[in-house]
Antibody
Framework: EVQLVESGGGLLQPGGSLRLSCAASGFSFIDYSMNWVRQAPGKGLEWISFITSSSSTIYYADSVKGRFTISRDNAKNSVYLQMSSLRAEDTGVYYC????????????????????WGQGTLVTVSS | SYVLTQPPSVSVAPGKTARITCGGNNIGSKNVHWYQQKPGQAPVLIIYYDNDRPSGIPERFSGSNSGNMATLTISWVEAGDEADYYCQVWDSSSDHRGVFGTGTKVTV
């Protein structure tokens, strides 16, 4: 059974830093790209970062580029999100999500969906 | 940046059909994925690549995608289908990024 368990959330002041972790189990972690998606209280989903299985390709949403860094440790089956210069608008539940199916019938694609999600960890940025 | 627009809410009676739209510029040229999120829970992938279902997702859920609109259809709606639904694409037009729709609350 695929399991993703996030940790590291908490309450911190604007301008602070935090590192989120996501521990994966139940699948071959080294074979999958991973993502972070967040959700502000009462709001919709926002994709924020993507990392390939080998860490060779990384993407960020404009809202976090230059402030957040995604990384992974395949030996520890974990993906991380280092967050700095935090703002009130970064408040929300942060989910890690594993890539889902990348083929439909006999066609395979390079784009990404989010097939499995963790339960999320809450980050609150407030003075 | 690429924008996906969904109606904020859809109401449907049990046993009827709910249709949730997802509008985007030439979305028919992209692959659309759909998620269901119940209160206090993480999202769940229910449709991928326009109209494929992961194992365990009932056949009552189906999707279509053409032109500037993608649609999630829930047939024979049940009380347990009450949730928020989000469409999603991967936008590689200028920069690579995930894009979610604005979300639709389905009330049964």
């Amino acid at each position: 059974e695929v399991q993703l368990v996030e940790s590291g959330g908490g309450l911190l002041q604007p301008g602070g830093s935090l590192r989120l972790s996501c521990a994966a189990s139940g699948f071959s972690f080294i074979d999958y790209s991973m993502n972070w998606v967040r959700q502000a209280p009462g709001k919709g989903l926002e994709w924020i970062s993507f990392i390939t299985s080998s860490s060779s390709t990384i993407y960020y949403a404009d809202s976090v580029k230059g402030r957040f860094t995604i990384s992974r440790d395949n030996a520890k089956n974990s993906v991380y999100l280092q967050m700095s210069s935090l703002r009130a608008e970064d408040t929300g539940v942060y989910y890690c999500a594993r890539e889902g199916p990348n083929c439909s019938g006999h066609r395979c694609y390079s784009d990404t969906n989010f097939g499995f999600w963790g339960q999320g960890t809450l980050v609150t940025v407030s003075s | 940046s690429y924008v996906l627009t969904q109606p904020p809410s859809v109401s449907v009676a049990p046993g009827k059909t709910a249709r949730i739209t997802c509008g985007g510029n030439n979305i028919g040229s992209k692959n659309v994925h759909w998620y269901q999120q119940k209160p206090g829970q993480a999202p769940v992938l229910i449709i991928y690549y326009d109209n494929d279902r992961p194992s365990g997702i009932p056949e009552r859920f189906s999707g279509s995608n053409s032109g500037n609109m993608a649609t999630l259809t829930i047939s024979w709606v049940e009380a347990g289908d009450e949730a928020d639904y989000y469409c999603q694409v991967w936008d590689s037009s200028s920069d690579h990024r995930g894009v979610f729709g604005t979300g639709t609350k389905v009330t049964v």
